[in-house]
Structures are given as structure tokens and as C-alpha cells.
């Protein structure tokens, strides 16, 4: 079992920055890979970025690439995800998920554990 609880959201000008970190409860965290989602007003829920169980593989989706930077501490339990050059476009509610493959995914339905999100606001 995981709990994921994540922080760092806020209202930010465009082109700010905002660091967002999910902190995990269990021992297994290490063995798992994370990612980020995140889901606008009446849009779905969509990849942002994944990383592998050890932190040597990353994967992100098209929109957020060379912008985001995904990174893990195992030692703290915690993942981050770096967003810089926001975007109004970036405005939603980002979620924090734990896959029990070691392996990078950007499917939903490979996260079992989901945290309760935390709401990022980019302003024009």
C-alpha cells in the first residue's frame, strides 16, 4: 500500500516556475516506478511524466518537454516534478500516481495509487 500526498501547487504569471513534490508513505516506494498526470476544467486526465523505480529513465508527453523535469530521492520518498516556462495551458489539477512496474508507463491504468492533486493556476 502507498499514500501519495502532493504539495507545491499555485497561481503563477506565464513563464514562471513552480516545483511540485509528492511525498509517499510505504517501504516499497523505491520499487515503484511515479508519474505525473494532470486533468483541466472539462478535459480529461492526461500523462505529464514518468520515471523509472531508480530515477534513470524519464519519459514525458509533447506539450511538456525540454519545460518539466521529473526526479525522485528514495531516500526521502518523494517526487518532484520541476515546471518551468508555464503556460496558461498548464492550468489544472496535477496528480501525483505509483506504478508497481519499476518501469517508466504513461498509461493510466498502470498506476494503482493515486494521490489527491494539487491545483497549479498559470496566468496570462
Known amino acids: 500500500q502507498v499514500q501519495l500526498v502532493e504539495s507545491g501547487g499555485g497561481l503563477v504569471q506565464a513563464g514562471g516556475s513552480l516545483r511540485l513534490s509528492c511525498a509517499a508513505s510505504?517501504?516499497?516506494?523505491?520499487?515503484?516506478?511515479m508519474g505525473w498526470f494532470r486533468q483541466a476544467p472539462g478535459k480529461e486526465r492526461e500523462f505529464v511524466s514518468a520515471?523509472?523505480?531508480?530515477?534513470?529513465?524519464?519519459y514525458y508527453a509533447d506539450s511538456v518537454k525540454g519545460r518539466f523535469t521529473i526526479s525522485r530521492d528514495n531516500a526521502k520518498n518523494t517526487v518532484y516534478l520541476q515546471m518551468n516556462s508555464l503556460k496558461p495551458e498548464d492550468t489544472a489539477v496535477y496528480y501525483c500516481?505509483?506504478?508497481?512496474?519499476?518501469?517508466?508507463?504513461?498509461?493510466?491504468?498502470?498506476?494503482?495509487?493515486w494521490g489527491q492533486g494539487t491545483q497549479v493556476t498559470v496566468s496570462s
Open positions: 510505504g517501504r516499497t516506494f523505491s520499487r515503484y516506478a
Open positions: 500516481a505509483a506504478d508497481p512496474n519499476p518501469d517508466v508507463s504513461s498509461g493510466m491504468r498502470e498506476y494503482d495509487y
Open positions: 520515471i523509472n523505480w531508480i530515477g534513470t529513465d524519464t
